[in-house]
């Protein structure tokens, strides 16, 4: 006797790994996939668990995402020569190097966030290994005004 299956059927469709990647390649995150196929976050790890071909282009959908936030970051590092009257301080005819309108601090963040283990801040401490490390701390105190 067959067991019978409980609970809902899955949503799950083998497209959707394609679809996964391509989501994340466009710079989109894995969670947002959800809003796309119109289930919950918890349904995507479950689909994780349940089909390896999903797993996998969970794994293939983060390296092309991170390959986007690159390509994008290089492309508004590298200046491009903008010679129309519109350049900020340019008049006509002036040569002004422009960058295309990238806020470092956003894009700082969001690497930081998406790639954790590659965009932490270092700490490095410089020192001879075998003395003992001094921390000198300044501090000036508050003097109590007269009459208290």
């Not at 083998?14 to 391509?22: G, Q, R, T, V």
Request: net charge positive.
């Amino acid at each position: 006797m067959d067991e019978l299956k409980q609970g809902r059927p899955t949503k799950y469709k083998p497209e959707f790994d394609a679809l996964l990647i391509d989501h994340m390649a466009s710079g989109l995150s894995y969670q947002s996939f959800a809003g796309e196929c119109s289930v919950c976050i918890d349904t995507l790890y479950e689909w994780e668990r349940a089909n390896p071909s999903f797993s996998y282009a969970k794994k293939i959908g983060f390296e092309k995402n991170r390959t986007f936030w690159e390509k994008l970051g290089i492309q508004h590092i590298i200046n491009k020569s903008d010679s129309s009257s519109e350049s900020f301080g340019g008049g006509a005819g002036s040569s002004q190097s422009s960058s295309r309108s990238l806020n470092s601090t956003v894009y700082i963040f969001n690497m930081k966030n998406r790639f954790p283990k590659e965009w932490r801040d270092r700490v490095e401490v410089a020192g001879d290994k075998d003395a003992p490390l001094n921390i000198t701390m300044n501090y000036e105190r508050k003097k109590k005004p007269k009459g208290e």
